[in-house]
Nanobody, 122 residues
Framework: QAQLAESGGGSVQAGGTLRLSCELSTHTSSGYCMGWSRQAPGKEREGVASIDHDGTVSYEESVKGRFAIRKEAKNIVYLQMNSLKPEDTAMYYC?????????????????WGQGTQVTVSS
């Protein structure tokens, strides 16, 4: 079992920056794939970025060059969001799993955080 705790959401103007943090609490020594997904009102949840236990990263096309995911220690992941746009407004969720493979797909994850709201105004 594992638990995830996110922080760092907020409201910014377009062009601004935010950094989201996620800490994974677990009693196992397994390596985890961790990622960030987001869901805007009226839209399906989509994967934004992921990072595997070996450091391999993936990004959704619209955030490439603006967002960066990195891992600090074993179980803390950050999402640095630069040049934010109004269309980035959404609830952002941290997620994790310990089985094989790491991508942007939503179905792979076993554990989810409660979410943190990001609002970007024009």
């Amino acid at each position: 079992q594992a638990q995830l705790a996110e922080s760092g959401g907020g409201s910014v103007q377009a062009g601004g920056t935010l950094r989201l943090s996620c800490e994974l609490s677990t009693h196992t020594s397994s390596g985890y794939c961790m990622g960030w997904s987001r869901q805007a009102p009226g839209k399906e949840r989509e994967g934004v970025a992921s990072i595997d236990h070996d450091g391999t990263v993936s990004y959704e096309e619209s955030v490439k060059g603006r967002f960066a995911i990195r891992k600090e220690a074993k179980n803390i992941v950050y999402l640095q969001m630069n040049s934010l746009k109004p269309e980035d407004t959404a609830m952002y969720y941290c997620a994790a799993h310990a089985h094989w493979g790491c991508s942007l797909g939503q179905d792979q994850y076993d554990y989810w955080g409660q979410g943190t709201q990001v609002t970007v105004s024009s």
